[in-house]
């Protein structure tokens, strides 16, 4: 038969409850403790910071500021990216197999769902250009977290396409977008608050610390830039913009972005086309620029071109004058894309309205690669514009 156990003395059965007792504690504590860590983590990590105002990045080089809102919350932007986003996955998802597809679906969902809550709506652009040099101006773009995760998880996303950093701190990693050591390339600054995207190192590092930029933007400038609405956005404004005009930074501008598209010749059309009409980019002093995204198809454009002398502000709306109404059948037939212009001559500036609507088609040639239909449409506007203008002068 089993032998009994031997009763426990009083001394050893209160060893035995103080011991369960003490494991009961610690457990609890050990969980009380872990709750309130992750708590404090999570408070830590997604506590709001705070939205810095753009002047603060401003400096005495700025000759150019936009303001970008692409906010999920505005119904034609969410409609665009919504269609953006359904392109990519046709377009990629299209080799995969099945579970494949899910899982780029997830991942698409995810990005156009998450981006409101990673970093700010608004994000602003910046175009430099010292006084004193006659070199093209350099851009940066600055964008701001709102909370310490959001930077954890842009910072991954990063690190996951391959990235090494070139140098870094403990509050920031520097990255080389692309090209090699003698090629030019976009540079990357990430901090904890921020990340700065820059086509120039030292523009990059000056806007990553603020404290090192100087000076005050000129006059002129400031008048433009109070014209934004910086502080509270308009409902139908997606993204302002505004240039100083200052070592001809508009014409610059225009010629940069045509030589991009390979459109050198559209470039100098239009130089001789303002020249018949007695007009020069010269004589512009600025322009301010207001755009909404209306849906996926549709974008509506409003450029102010201010001029002080009235006799030139009278030329260039009698320029600008020509090209209302003007949607060439060419153009429209090979690329769906259709704009209606309309001008306004005001006190001190001629007011241009671009009303565009074929946006899809346009994504659906880009996405397709077919850049020689984008590049014979664009081409075919450009060139019916200038026809007319010429012939108008003549």
């Known amino acids: 038969m089993p032998q009994k156990p031997e009763p426990l003395t009083s001394v050893e059965e209160t060893a035995h409850r103080q011991r369960r007792w003490g494991c009961t504690c610690g ?69 995969l197999q099945p579970r494949d597809q899910q899982a780029l679906h997830s991942a698409i969902t995810l990005a156009r769902q ?48 391959g990235l090494s950093p070139q140098s870094q701190t403990p509050t920031e990693l520097v990255f080389r977008l692309g090209g090699n050591e003698k090629e030019a390339a976009l540079i990357l600054v990430l901090a904890h608050t921020k990340f ?44 302002c913009f505004a240039l100083v005009n200052e070592n001809n930074a508009i014409g610059s501008f225009l010629e940069y972005l045509l030589a991009t598209w390979k459109q050198q010749k559209t470039w100098q059309r239009i130089q001789d086309a303002l020249a018949k009409h007695n007009v020069a980019f010269s004589d512009i002093q600025g322009v301010v620029v207001s755009l909404d995204i209306v849906s996926s198809d549709r974008l509506k454009c409003v450029a102010q071109f201010f001029v002080e002398q009235p006799t030139v502000l009278k030329r260039l709306g009698e320029a600008a004058k020509l090209l209302e109404g003007l949607t060439p059948p060419s153009a429209a037939s090979t690329s769906g894309f259709a704009a209606k212009i309309e001008t306004h001559l005001a006190r001190n500036y001629v007011q241009v309205t671009v009303d565009c609507s074929g946006l899809r088609n346009i994504i659906n040639l880009w996405m397709e690669g077919d850049t020689a239909t984008s590049s014979t449409a664009l081409t075919s506007v450009q060139t019916t514009g200038m026809s007319l203008s010429a012939s108008s002068s003549q």
Request: overall charge neutral; aromatic content about 14%; charged content about 25%.
């Open 27 to 95: 457990c609890l504590a050990f969980l009380v403790a872990l709750i309130v860590g992750s708590l404090a983590i999570a408070y830590f990590a997604l506590r709001p910071y705070p939205l810095v105002r753009p002047d603060r990045w401003l400096t005495s080089s700025t000759v150019g500021f936009g303001l970008c809102r692409f906010s999920s919350a505005d119904s034609g932007t969410s409609d665009l990216i919504n269609y953006f986003a359904r392109r990519i996955q046709e377009k990629l998802g299209h080799d």
């Open 114 to 161: 998450s981006t409101d809550w990673i970093i700010y709506p608004s994000t602003f652009l910046y175009l430099e250009r010292p006084r004193d040099q006659e070199t093209k101006p350099h851009f940066a773009v600055v964008a701001q977290f709102r909370h310490f995760f959001g930077y954890l998880l842009f910072r991954m996303a990063v690190q996951s396409l």
């Open 196 to 239: 700065v995207v820059s086509d120039d190192a030292a523009t990059a590092e000056s806007f990553s610390r603020p404290e090192k930029a100087k000076g005050t933007p000129s006059e002129r400038f400031m008048t433009y830039y109070g014209e934004l609405n910086t502080d509270k956005a308009k409902a139908e404004e997606d993204l």
